[in-house]
């Protein structure tokens, strides 16, 4: 079973340009998550997806941030314009529907903001 | 929102000997579940051990185990004979059963294993 698919990988930008991250879920997969990790801190959720639907974005700086899931499969996140305090590692998970069932996680995209 | 408390920073332990990582949380639901995560250094994070709140009993997975204590909102992990692969972030994560199955993290405890 292929996992979770994530790029790019790593990512440098400068502060006010724009960058976008995508992530492909585990097949049949309905939740998707996009968390953002800063070094030394635990995952903090940015958006969750149920389908195609919007569960919880309540944390996504939405001046700057958005985020899509297009046909309840690949997501995009996009930052515009970027500022220096969103370096991070920006990590995608997904998730069967139940509670039981646990997140895998993707490698992650580390973001560099200079 | 749920909160999710891991109040060690950071632990060490000597290989081969056990070490127990702490956790608490506080909810009002009576329907969730709870996982350690493992994070390696700049590698993926991974399931480590899940729990079930109405199940009683600890789960176990090899050398990981857990200690339920429901009343007390906490979930501590212990991992026996350490080997120096243990070394990682952890993280323990609480999903709500009933409410968007939104997952909550802790901040994480740095685990170093001694040689």
């Known amino acids: 079973e292929a996992g979770v698919a994530q790029s790019p990988r790593y990512k440098i930008i400068e502060k006010r340009q724009s960058v976008a991250f995508w992530c492909n879920p585990i097949?049949?997969?309905?939740?998707l998550y996009w968390y953002q990790q800063i070094l030394g801190q635990g995952p903090k959720l940015l958006i969750q997806f149920q389908n195609n639907g919007v569960v919880d974005d309540s944390q996504l700086p939405k001046d700057r941030f958005s985020a899509e899931r297009l046909k309840g499969v690949d997501s995009t996140l996009k930052i515009q314009p970027a500022k220096l305090e969103d370096s991070a590692v920006y990590l995608c998970?997904?998730?069967?529907?139940?509670?039981?069932?646990?997140?895998?996680f993707g490698p992650g995209t580390r973001l560099t903001v200079t | 929102a749920q909160t999710v408390t891991q109040s060690q920073p950071e632990m060490s332990v000597q290989e081969a000997e056990t070490v127990t990582l702490s956790c608490t949380y506080d909810t009002s639901e009576s329907d969730y579940y709870l996982f350690w995560y493992k994070q390696p250094p700049s590698r993926q994070m991974i399931l480590v051990i899940r729990q079930e709140a109405y199940k009683q009993q600890n789960a176990t997975e090899n050398r990981f185990s857990v200690n339920f204590q429901k009343a007390a909102k906490s979930f501590s992990l212990k991992i026996s004979d350490s080997q120096l692969g243990d070394a990682a972030m952890y993280f323990c994560?609480?999903?709500?059963?009933?409410?968007?199955?939104?997952?909550?993290f802790g901040t994480g405890t740095s685990l170093t294993v001694i040689p």
């Open positions: 998970a997904s998730s069967l529907l139940g509670g039981t069932y646990e997140q895998y």
């Open positions: 994560a609480y999903r709500s059963g009933d409410t968007g199955n939104q997952f909550y």
């Open positions: 097949s049949g997969h309905a939740t």
